[in-house]
């Protein structure tokens, strides 16, 4: 049961990813059939960006109703449905209407199913899993490139992702007796204390416990400095890759097809990079894994701000820089149930996501705004804060966490 649910949620992950670099991939075509300016991209990646905030905020009370088995395959149904609807719109409003479910399925099945694996599974396959969203999101423009260059047209591409994540919509509807029959991941002394005894079948289904108010949650302490730190790991992510090519050819002067190729680098980076976090993550904990992905991405933003002839310096930082970030978003999420309980751990979760995607959304047009007014020399400061933020705030819970765990500690 272990092993095959896990396969099922590994093939989950890399179809989550193909979605995510279509709109990107295909938009210099596609705004040219559709008629709209170029810019209007932004448009349909803030419809989506709404409406995956919004269903990470409602997660935590859907799935303690119908369950994780059910939110994800609903929600992949969702994003399946959009995507074919995608593939038949011949006007930029029909892809905005479409972007609303698209959203609102992505929220929530990437809140569900993070918050199932950190509950059930170890930390090394919270890294590979999200390592294999990258292979997904790494994929999907080569099946872009593929239907543009065989004729097709962009609107294949989103045919061709529709019906894989269809096809993974049934794969999920089949699994469903499966969820509820995999054991949690045994629970440290204080999250034990924290939750009710007893407990154990509804986590392992995601239904049955009692729901957490939103305001509950907030309330929670250091669950704003974990939402803070997640913020700003996002927002440091989502400027990177929009916005490192072109630091490197307008402030660095590098070529830019040297540019584009250390700029992919960054992605690739943290797809690799988190690959091979699982081999040691078990060993090493997850709050050893951000804080050594924070201090790795802060040497790299060093290497980039270095005002040097050469260039290698600057190229090389950038590649540290996605290899630091590749273990803190998985990291991040597995710690979860550890720092503030298996019963708030949905919920938390929920509002994780959404903070994340509040970051990835508004961080990059803010960073826009402020190179047109002050230079795009800002970059590696930009980046810098950000890392300086995310650090320190993780620290902060990690202080916060240890002194609980010393004052239950006699108790245990």
């Known amino acids: 049961m272990y092993s095959l649910l896990l396969t099922i949620i590994y093939v989950a992950f890399v179809s989550l990813g193909l979605p995510d670099s279509l709109v990107g991939a295909g938009w210099p075509v596609m705004h040219q059939d559709l008629g709209v300016p170029l ?3 932004g448009i349909i990646t803030m419809v989506i960006a709404g409406g995956t905030i919004l269903s990470s905020l409602a997660s935590e009370r859907l799935t303690r109703r119908f369950g994780a088995g059910v939110v994800t395959a609903v929600s992949v149904g969702m994003t399946a449905a959009a995507l074919v609807g995608f593939s038949f719109s011949g006007s930029f409003w029909m892809l905005c209407l479409w972007a609303i479910p698209y959203g609102l399925g992505a929220g929530a099945v990437d809140a569900a199913l993070n ?25 999907s423009p080569f099946i872009m490139s593929y239907a543009l260059t065989s004729g097709m047209g962009w609107s294949s591409a989103y045919l061709i992702v529709g019906v894989i994540q269809a096809a993974l919509t049934f794969v999920l509807l089949v699994s469903l007796p ?40 907030l309330r ?30 307008t402030d660095r002067a590098v ?85 503030f309980g298996r019963r708030n751990s949905q919920a938390i979760i929920g509002i994780q996501m959404a903070a994340a995607y509040t970051g990835s959304t508004f961080a990059p047009p803010l960073f826009g705004v402020l190179s047109a007014w002050i230079g795009m020399w800002l970059f590696p400061l930009f980046l810098g804060i950000l890392v300086i933020l995310g650090l320190v705030m993780s620290e902060c819970l990690n202080r916060l966490v240890g002194r609980r765990e010393r004052i239950e500690q006699p108790s245990a």
């Open 255 to 339: 070529e830019p097809a040297t540019a584009a190729a250390f700029a992919s680098l960054f992605l690739l980076g943290v797809t690799a990079g988190r690959f091979l976090a699982g081999f040691f993550a078990d060993r090493i904990g997850d709050r050893s894994l951000i804080r050594g992905g924070f201090v790795t991405i802060g040497l790299g933003v060093v290497l980039l701000a270095l005002p040097l002839e050469t260039d290698v310096l600057a190229l090389a930082g950038l590649v540290l820089t996605g290899l630091g970030a590749a273990p803190i978003y998985p990291a991040i999420i597995h710690s979860t149930p550890v720092n």
């Open 178 to 217: 499966l969820w509820g029959k995999v054991n949690p991941v045994a629970p440290t002394h204080h999250e034990a204390d924290a939750d009710d005894e007893g407990s154990d079948a509804a986590e392992a289904s995601g239904r049955g416990s009692a729901h957490v108010p939103l305001g509950q949650a």
């Open 220 to 249: 929670i302490p250091g669950v704003a400095l974990i939402l803070t730190a997640f913020f700003a790991y996002c927002a440091l992510e989502s400027t990177a890759i929009l916005w490192a090519s072109t630091w490197l050819v």
């Open 39 to 41: 810019a209007f991209a």
């Open 115 to 139: 918050n199932y694996v950190a509950l059930h599974y170890a930390a090394r396959h919270m890294n590979w899993l999200h390592s294999f969203w990258g292979v997904g999101a790494s994929i």
